[in-house]
């Protein structure tokens, strides 16, 4: 399972997961939802308490991958398969422009 902090603004909004069966889960921290109640990252996603779950990375994240050129350079350069969005996402994705930025989640690190 890979995950990701989420933060806008500097500011953890959540946790991205890619499950081992696939699937994406994105979840606000309880502190956002408790702070920045309105305070969303995308329209899609509202501020909310529960889990959002999908069978594919959601719109909003896979809207922050390169496209065209960039891609080719970043896949080849990390050596990741061009249909491995979240491994772009975390490859990509730490630095973005705008308020996102996706910061990679070992599970060491959670221990």
Not at 26 to 48: D, G, H, M
Not at 50 to 55: A, G, Q, R
Not at 85 to 91: E, K, P, T, V
Request: one cysteine or more.
């Amino acid at each position: 399972m890979r995950k990701a902090k989420v933060y806008y603004k500097e500011i953890l909004a959540g946790i991205l997961q890619e499950t081992a069966d696939g699937e994406y889960i994105f979840s606000y921290a309880k502190e956002y939802v408790k702070e920045f109640p309105n305070q969303f990252i995308c329209f899609t996603l509202p501020v909310v308490a529960t889990p959002y779950v999908s069978n594919r990375l959601f719109s909003f994240f896979e809207g922050l991958i390169p496209e065209g050129w960039l891609l080719e350079i970043a896949a080849k350069s990390w050596k990741i398969n061009q249909n491995d969005r979240m491994g772009l996402l975390l490859a990509c994705c730490q630095n973005c422009i705008g308020a996102v930025s996706i910061v990679p989640l070992s599970e060491e690190y959670e221990k």
